[in-house]
């Protein structure tokens, strides 16, 4: 079969969790089918052959409007009643490329798309009989809303309004596409129940992430994600403001590492106020770093989809195995539920936001340590 795989950029480097999921789509596609990446970014003949070879995909097309065209979008966008994220991608010259890589021959068999937002930019290019997948990977309007709740006045205005937007649209691609999906049963809850969506989830790869038993540093906490992503800022600053210092008073020896690309201001600020913190940014190996640290945390207030620091919800994990945490419903908001001690020194506590947190750490620092490790 032959297939378009249409991304918002291109996979490398990987930075942000849609990234890494098109990276292990296309490895396994390219196996058994001819596939050709179309990434909505500029990258020079050098780079796109470099990520060919690397994916084993048959080409790498890269190409966006320009900034021009891009702002043309958002204003059109912005009339029309799109959401304006939508409009970031509804640029001729994408359309252009689109339209070129279709008509020739021998063609297509299929079009997947990543994200609701590169999906009305896609699809006005492509012949109607054209067979299509988009992979919404999360309900951005899902996202968007609890980001109104949650965010500063004016961008929760702003962030509440695109939600609705982005609610409609993702509404009339249901119906409009022959298959959607998404990675996690609260999304597709939030969207609603239809016959043509359906989750698929994250995988995670059981080699690479494999524990270990090389030595950890005591006391060592780490946050991973993208740190410029809302969800992921308003989590570590609530873990640097609210439950680091209530860890620090139990475990002084404790520490928390923040890795991660994209270091919102907010993030930068709240590191530089708190004690024993370090703010490391992007590493090449996050594995390594999970490995090397005792307790890995994701305490998740905000958000949709499946975030890559655990599977779902928001959670303490331990990096050798098992966690700490509660799934939260549709609405993203989990209950305190008692911790309690868990074969291996891991802790089963509460999603809630007041002590059961700090708590579920300490604990599991603790239990590590009495376990020795294991």
């Known amino acids: 079969m032959r297939v378009l795989f249409v991304t918002p950029r291109v996979p490398f480097p990987t930075r942000v969790g849609y990234q890494v999921r098109a990276v292990e789509q296309l490895l396994r596609l390219g196996r058994s089918h001819r596939v050709t990446l179309l990434a909505f970014e500029e990258a020079d003949a050098a780079a796109c052959e470099a990520m060919r070879e690397r994916l084993r995909v048959e080409r790498v097309v890269a190409a966006d409007g320009g900034a021009l065209g891009r702002g043309v979008g958002v204003a059109r966008a912005l009339i029309s009643g799109e959401p304006l994220q939508s409009g970031l991608f509804d640029t001729r010259g994408f359309a252009r490329v689109i339209g070129e ?28 009989a054209l067979p299509r997948v988009l992979d919404l990977i999360d309900s951005l309007s899902f996202n968007m809303r609890q980001r109104a709740e949650r965010d500063a006045w004016l961008v929760g205005r702003l962030a509440a309004e695109e939600s ?68 992921n800022v308003d989590a570590a600053c609530w873990l640097l403001d609210e439950v680091w210092p209530r860890v620090l008073r139990e475990r002084p020896d404790a520490f928390v590492r ?4 994209r270091p919102h201001r ?10 024993r913190v370090e703010l490391v940014g992007p590493v090449d190996d996050l594995a390594a770093s999970l490995r090397a ?74 239990c590590r340590t009495r376990t020795g490790g294991a």
């Open 101 to 128: 890589l279709v008509a020739a021959a021998p063609g297509f068999d299929l079009v997947h798309v990543q994200l609701a937002r590169l999906a009305p930019a896609v699809e006005r290019a492509l012949p109607p």
């Open 164 to 231: 609705r937007r982005l609610g409609s649209l993702e509404q009339a691609l249901l119906g409009r596409w022959d298959h959607v999906t998404v990675v996690t049963e609260r999304d597709r809850l939030a969207i609603g129940a239809h016959p043509r969506l359906s989750v698929n989830r994250n995988g995670v790869d059981g080699e690479r992430f494999s524990p270990g038993a090389a030595p950890r540093g005591a006391g060592s906490v780490i946050f991973t994600g993208n740190l410029g992503y809302f969800p």
């Open 258 to 261: 923040l890795v991660g690309a």
């Open 266 to 275: 907010r993030v930068r600020h709240a590191a530089r106020r708190s004690t």
């Open 293 to 366: 640290s005792e307790v890995a945390v994701a305490p998740l207030r905000a958000g949709s989809g499946q975030p890559p620091q655990g599977a779902g919800g928001a959670r303490v994990r331990n990096p050798g195995g098992g966690d700490a945490g509660g799934d939260r419903g549709p609405r993203g908001r989990g209950r305190a539920a008692p911790a309690r001690r868990r074969r291996g020194g891991l802790v089963r506590g509460g999603g809630g936001e007041g002590a059961e947190r700090p708590r579920a750490v300490h604990t599991a620092l603790t």
